[in-house]
């Protein structure tokens, strides 16, 4: 398994702003991802984070709009970017260990729960 | 079409007894993984029980199991003695395909409360 640390783990903040969120892995993974989930909604995914180029983004999910970084194997950000009252959500990090027997189950950080004003 | 289908949007359950959460899948790739992962209302997502698409027998993590049907693309988690920490949206899902770009996708949840 991994254990996902995620921060900040809540913030409100103002239209037009931007905030990047964190992710750290405790050990080296194969993959992470980005979802978002709305008040009551199921998760979404935004993109898949790839170790040193750019993230593959989902329909509807834009870089300008919700850049990902990567720089190695264990960390992760994600910044939502010029946000609206629209993007209050939880933002939640989640990595893959791999490998053959793995399973490819995916471990979730705690979230961060984005208030817009 | 929807590929995780989740019908009961809320289920209630006496403590101490069982439950079990519906899911449907619908994926034509032969190799895929269901997962079934708990929400409380802290956010976090706990993941619970995985099965694969090639396992013969039903998964089963303590007091968690579940109830794969193939044939009939279910994959029902079962609660056996609930606990009021149970209470929580509970989210069934499915990865299809192996290596590379696995996508996994989420049904809508069922929001379990147990009542004392």
């Known amino acids: 398994s991994a254990v996902i640390s995620q921060k900040p783990s809540r913030d409100i903040c103002q239209r037009g702003t931007s905030l990047t969120i964190q992710c750290q892995v405790d050990?080296?993974?194969?993959?992470m991802f980005w979802y978002r989930q709305q008040p009551g909604q199921s998760l979404t995914l935004i993109a898949t984070?790839?170790?040193?180029?750019?993230?593959?983004?989902e329909s509807g999910f834009v870089i300008d709009k919700f850049p990902i970084s990567r720089p190695n194997l264990t960390f992760s950000t994600l910044t939502v970017s010029n946000m609206s009252p629209e993007d209050s959500s939880i933002y939640l990090c989640?990595?893959?260990?791999?490998?053959?027997?793995?399973?490819?189950?995916?471990?979730f950080g705690a979230g961060t729960r984005l208030s817009v004003l | 079409a929807q590929k995780i289908t989740q019908t009961q949007p809320g289920m209630f359950v006496q403590e101490k007894e069982a439950v079990t959460l519906d899911c449907t899948y619908d994926?034509?790739?032969?190799?895929?993984?269901l997962f079934w992962y708990k929400q409380p209302s802290s956010g976090e997502m706990i993941f619970l029980i995985y099965?694969?698409?090639?396992?013969?027998q039903n998964a089963t993590e303590g007091r968690y199991s579940l109830n794969f049907q193939k044939a009939r693309k279910s994959a029902n988690l079962v609660i056996s003695a609930s606990q009021l920490g149970d209470s929580a949206m509970y989210f069934c899902?499915?990865?299809?395909?192996?290596?590379?770009?696995?996508?996994?996708?989420f049904g809508t949840g069922t929001k379990l409360q147990v009542i004392p």
């Open positions: 989640s990595a893959t260990t791999g490998g053959r027997e793995a399973k490819n189950i995916q471990y």
């Open positions: 050990s080296q993974v194969t993959m």
């Open positions: 984070a790839n170790q040193g180029s750019e993230a593959t983004y």
């Open positions: 994926t034509s790739d032969p190799s895929y993984g």
């Open positions: 099965q694969g698409s090639y396992d013969q």
């Open positions: 899902a499915m990865r299809e395909g192996t290596g590379g770009y696995q996508k996994v996708t």
